[in-house]
């Protein structure tokens, strides 16, 4: 079926969402939403994807980038340590996209949003000549003092949730191999196209006071760390070999000859958060976050600032570690 007019396409929406939480007093239809008021303070983020640039529709579904969208801007939410609430859903539509691609784009959207309890409210649809574009704000909320870039001091315990450099492993072997060529692999590609919001992990480490600062990692772990020591001012140091990478990921390697080292340092896209933690709380961090399947590990210390960022390389050696990665405003990847 062909799109439709702004009306019909708002109707396919409405229909793919169904009822919403009795949070939402009124949701989709009319000229703004409704809203049951957070219960602690407002945590509100957004972030645009476009085709292009973030997203491929040769090899990404559209099922996948609903949730691919919710995802990245859940994570915001998950880094400030929020739990999110509400989602609002702006699209720049191509003509040529017809109903079936925004039914399966909100499915998408629906089953994530689902499994953090978010209610999908709203939004905006224009026409986008060339470019499909989708954009997710998320409204959150924090009843303790909200996790920032901010809090890290030096001998506290940097450490990431999950593992580094999934992502880039499926985006890589997704650019050289095509997706037809990966269909036994699934799992490789998952990373990618399909990221976890660490929203349940945010929550845990809050309730425990656990954390000092915290970032997502969405530039890649070498440029986001920059972000929390400077927010921070402090220095980090992190040990290249205590970070964790999965099987799948050294797998992918291997199949397309490249370095899963890198692709944890310098790859983006991995939504694992990035944090600072006390000390003495690192141990009950683990612990509450392996109750949740996550692991925790820790990756390097928070040094004084006059140190600098700096990386303990496989061979021993310290060197800095340069900010390289994704940078929207050159527009490219930076580094290998
Ligand atoms: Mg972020």
């Known amino acids: 079926m062909p799109l439709g007019d702004e009306f019909e396409i708002i109707k396919v929406i409405k229909k793919t969402l169904g009822k919403p939480s009795k949070n939402v007093l009124l949701g989709i239809g009319d000229d703004a939403a409704v809203l049951a008021p957070a219960r602690g303070k407002m945590v509100v983020t957004v ?26 801007s859940l994570s915001d939410c998950a880094a400030m340590g929020a739990r999110p609430m509400y989602a609002l859903v702006s699209l720049g539509l191509k003509q040529e996209l017809g109903q079936h691609f925004i039914t399966s784009l909100y499915e998408g959207m629906k089953r994530l949003a689902k499994q953090h309890k978010v209610d999908i409210v709203g939004g905006n649809i224009v026409q986008s000549p060339t470019a499909l574009i989708v954009d997710v704000t998320v409204i959150g909320e924090t009843k303790k003092k ?92 992190v040990e290249q070999a205590q970070l964790p990478i999965s099987k799948t990921t050294i797998a992918a390697a291997e199949l397309i ?20 933690i006390t000390p003495k709380k690192f141990k009950a961090a683990q612990a509450a976050l392996r ?28 060197a800095d570690l340069q900010p390289r990665g994704w940078n929207h405003f050159v527009r490219r990847r930076q580094g290998p």
């Not at 692709?263 to 939504?271: R, T």
């Not at 390097?300 to 600098?308: K, Q, T």
């Open 47 to 72: 972030d645009s994807m476009v085709e292009g640039v973030h997203f491929d529709l040769h090899y990404t579904t559209a099922a996948e980038l609903g949730h691919k969208a919710l995802a990245v």
């Open 146 to 237: 909200a996790l920032t870039r901010g809090g890290a001091r030096p001998g506290d315990i940097i450490a990431v949730t999950g593992d580094l450099g999934g992502s880039a492993a499926g985006l890589n072997c997704l650019r050289r191999l095509g997706r037809d060529k990966l269909g036994t692999r699934p799992e490789i590609v998952a990373r990618h196209l399909r990221p976890t919001p660490r929203i349940k992990e945010a929550d845990a480490l809050v309730g425990l006071g656990a954390a000092t600062s915290a970032i997502d990692i969405s530039d890649g772990l070498s440029s986001d760390i920059h972000h929390l020591a400077e927010q921070s001012r402090v220095g980090m140091g």
């Open 257 to 276: 000859q490249s370095s899963a080292n890198v692709w944890a340092l310098y790859g983006g896209e991995d939504y694992e958060l990035l944090l600072t």
């Open 291 to 318: 109750r949740l399947k996550t692991p925790l590990t820790a990756i390097g210390e928070v040094l004084p600032a006059e140190e600098g960022v700096k990386l303990k390389t496989l061979n021993g050696e310290w």
